[in-house]
């Protein structure tokens, strides 16, 4: 079984930081790539930034210059460094990371989210 808890999440003035953390655990091979999700009430699930285990990154264009998605893979956990944050940024954040639990299998997890809310 494998866990991802986030932390981090809270509130925040528009133009405010924050800075979400994820954590991976459990019978883990190897964490490939490694994702941060958000999903505002009555919204789609959204993609907001994505990195590989080689450091390669993108980004929503929303958050693009303002958001950046580290990882450490000795640690097995991805950061999110959320800066300028704006009211539309509210939402439930999720990690989300594809895991190698084997030598032949990946699955992908998600862990259970942290709500981010910026003031208007």
């Known amino acids: 079984q494998v866990h991802l808890v986030e932390s981090g999440g809270g509130l925040a003035q528009p133009g405010g930081a924050l800075r979400l953390s994820c954590a991976a655990s459990?019978?883990?091979?190897?964490?490939?790539?490694m994702s941060w999700y958000r999903q505002a009430p009555g919204k789609e699930r959204e993609l907001v930034a994505h990195i590989t285990r080689g450091g390669d990154t993108n980004y929503a264009d929303p958050v693009k210059g303002r958001f950046t998605i580290s990882r450490d893979n000795a640690k097995n956990t991805v950061d999110l460094k959320m800066n300028t944050l704006k009211p539309e940024d509210t939402a439930v954040y999720y990690c989300?990371?594809?895991?190698?639990?084997?030598?032949?299998?990946?699955?992908?997890?998600w862990g259970q989210g942290t709500q981010v809310t910026v003031f208007s």
């Open positions: 989300a990371a594809d895991v190698q639990v084997g030598r032949n299998y990946e699955y992908n997890y």
């Open positions: 459990g019978d883990i091979y190897r964490v490939n790539d």
